[in-house]
C-alpha cells in the first residue's frame, strides 16, 4: 500500500509539483489558522494598486451594499489579499467552498474572492446548477444535479444570459421528479428558495452578478446563530480586469499599455508564454494549439474563441480569431477599448492577473495549479521585458503565490448508502444544521499537513486521467480528515 500510495504521489507531483510539495513538507504542528495568517498581503508594484481598490469598492457596494463595499475596502486596507482559485459561481464545490474557509481565517471585515468568470458554465465549479455528496464509495467527486437551463451551456460565466423566475418555477417542479433522497430534495428546495430566488440576485442584470450576489447569500446561510462571519465579496476577476485594461490603454506607462502596444514587448511575450499553463500554446509555425492570447473574443452566445496574433507590419497587428478569421481586433487602443466596453472582449487569465498581481501588487492566493503558473507566468514577463532592454520595469514585478485552495480540513458523513465519507460542500454544511463556532474553532486549529492529505483522493481523481490512475488509488491516499460535521 505505501508503495501504492507513493505511485500516487509520484503522478500528483508531475502535475502539482508546487502544491504537494509545499502542503507535505510544512512542519506538522503548523495550523490553518496560522497559515491564513501567513498569506502575504501585497507586493512592490508598478502601479498604483488605488484604482483596483476603487473600482472592487464600487462593485462590491453596487452588487451587495455600501456597507460591504466598505468593509472590502478595509479589508484591502490592511492587506492586499484576494482568492483568485474560484471559477465564478455558487461555491457549493468543497475545493472553492474550503478555500473561502481558509481564507475567512484571517479576514477582519470582508472574504475578497475575485473569481473567473473567463470559463464555460460546465465548469466544476457548476453554476448551472447544485452539487451533491458524491453517488458512489469509489468516487471523490460531487453529483451535479441541474436547476438553471437556461443559455448556452458553453457560454463563459462572465457573458452568460440572466436567469429568471420562471427558469427557478421550472426547476423546483423538476426536483420532485430527481432521483434522490428526501433529505436531499429538502435542503436543495431550501437553497432554491432562500438563495435563487431571493430578489436582490433576480433584480441582477447579467448572470455573472446573480452568481455574484448568490454566493455572497449562500455564504451568510453558512453560519450557525453562534457564529459570526465576514461578508463574502465575489466579484468576477475578468469583468474587473476588463476596466482595468481599458483605462490601462490611457497610459504609456502601465503594464498593460506596454504588453498591448509596444511590438517588440508583444511579439516577445507571445513567444515567451508560450507552454505555461493557463496561457497559450503554439507550434513551430505559430499556429495556436491552447488557450488564447491576451484576450478571449465573445460570439453572439457568449462562447469564447481563442486568439492567435497576426502581425503584417509594426503598424498593422492584430488579434485573430482561430475558428472566426473574420473575427478580428486591431492591438490597437482605441479598437482594444471599444471592444471592451461592448463586451467582445475578455481578458485572459494571464492579462488579469499582468494588470493585478504583476502591475498593481495584489496578493493572489490560488488553488493547487496557481501555486506554480502564477510565478512562472511573472517570471517569463520579467524575460521578455529584458529582452526589450526593460529592466528597470522587470525588476519591479515580484510575485509569490500562497496556496490558497487544497485544503479539505472539514469531512461530512454520508447522507444515505451510496454516499460515502467526503469533503463538505455548502449542501453538506446546510444538511447538518451550519457551521457552529466549536466547528469554526475546529477547522481554524486543523494542521495544514492533515487537511491537505485529506485532500488528495480528490486532488487526484480530479486531475489524473482516468486512463492513467492505478488500481487502488482511492484507498491508497484516503486519510480522515481532520475535522468531520
Not at 457549493?92 to 484571517?106: I, R, S, T, W, Y
Not at 437553497?191 to 447569500?217: E, G, W
Not at 526593460?390 to 500562497?402: K, Y
Amino acid at each position: 500500500m505505501n508503495t501504492l500510495r507513493s505511485a500516487c504521489l509520484e503522478q500528483l507531483k508531475t502535475a502539482i509539483p508546487g502544491a504537494l510539495s509545499y502542503a507535505l513538507s510544512r512542519d506538522e504542528s503548523l495550523c490553518l489558522a496560522d497559515y491564513a495568517a501567513m498569506l502575504p498581503g501585497g507586493f512592490a508594484a508598478l502601479q498604483d494598486g488605488q484604482d483596483l481598490l476603487d473600482l472592487a469598492t464600487a462593485e462590491a457596494s453596487r452588487l451587495f451594499t455600501p456597507a460591504v463595499g466598505a468593509a472590502l475596502r478595509r479589508q484591502w486596507e490592511e492587506r492586499f489579499l484576494a482568492l483568485t482559485a474560484n471559477h465564478l459561481g455558487v461555491d457549493h464545490h468543497p475545493e472553492f467552498l474550503q478555500g473561502n474557509l481558509l481564507l475567512a481565517l484571517d479576514c477582519s471585515h470582508a472574504v475578497p474572492l475575485l473569481a473567473c468568470g473567463g470559463v464555460t458554465c460546465n465548469n466544476m465549479a457548476w453554476p448551472r446548477g447544485l452539487l451533491l455528496p458524491p453517488r458512489s464509495a469509489d468516487s471523490t467527486l460531487p453529483h451535479r444535479l441541474p436547476i438553471l437551463p437556461v443559455g448556452d451551456r458553453h457560454a463563459f460565466v462572465s457573458a452568460q444570459i440572466p436567469f429568471g423566475p420562471e427558469h427557478l418555477r421550472n426547476a423546483l417542479n423538476k426536483l420532485e421528479r430527481e432521483k434522490i433522497t428526501e433529505r436531499e430534495r429538502s435542503v436543495a428546495a431550501s437553497v432554491l428558495n432562500c438563495v435563487y430566488t431571493h430578489p436582490n440576485v433576480l433584480i441582477q442584470k447579467s448572470f455573472r452578478d446573480q452568481m455574484a450576489v448568490a454566493n455572497a447569500l449562500l455564504w451568510q446561510h453558512l453560519a450557525a446563530p453562534d457564529l459570526r462571519l465576514p461578508p463574502l465579496v465575489c466579484l468576477d476577476l475578468q469583468h474587473l480586469c476588463a476596466r482595468l485594461v481599458a483605462k490601462d490603454l490611457q497610459s504609456p506607462n502601465s503594464l498593460a499599455y506596454r504588453l498591448l502596444l509596444e511590438p517588440v514587448l508583444t511579439e516577445a511575450i507571445w513567444h515567451q508564454l508560450n507552454g505555461v499553463r493557463a496561457c497559450w500554446t503554439i507550434d513551430t509555425t505559430g499556429q495556436l494549439l491552447r488557450g488564447s492570447f491576451l484576450f478571449w473574443a465573445l460570439d453572439e452566445k457568449g462562447r469564447g474563441l481563442a486568439l492567435r496574433m497576426e502581425e503584417r507590419s509594426p503598424s498593422d497587428r492584430t488579434l485573430v480569431a482561430v475558428q472566426r478569421p473574420e473575427t478580428r481586433f486591431a492591438l490597437e487602443a482605441r479598437s482594444l477599448q471599444d471592444a471592451l466596453n461592448q463586451g467582445l472582449l475578455l481578458p485572459t487569465l494571464y492579462l488579469s492577473f499582468a494588470v493585478t498581481a504583476m502591475a498593481r501588487g495584489l496578493a493572489c492566493a490560488g488553488g493547487v495549479f496557481q501555486y506554480d503558473y502564477l510565478p512562472l507566468m511573472a517570471e517569463h514577463t520579467i524575460s521578455a521585458l529584458r529582452q526589450c532592454h526593460e529592466h528597470a520595469i522587470a525588476d519591479r514585478i515580484g510575485i509569490v503565490s500562497p496556496l490558497g485552495t487544497g485544503f479539505h480540513a472539514l469531512h461530512a458523513r454520508a447522507w444515505h448508502a451510496d454516499s460515502p465519507l467526503h469533503a463538505a460542500g455548502a449542501l453538506d454544511i446546510l444538511h447538518n444544521g451550519g457551521l457552529t463556532a466549536k466547528t469554526w474553532e475546529n477547522i481554524a486549529q486543523a494542521k495544514v499537513y492533515a487537511a491537505f492529505e485529506a485532500s488528495l483522493p480528490f486532488q487526484y481523481e480530479d486531475i489524473i486521467p482516468q486512463a492513467e490512475r492505478l488500481p487502488g488509488w482511492l484507498d491508497a491516499l484516503r486519510r480522515p480528515a481532520p475535522c468531520l460535521l
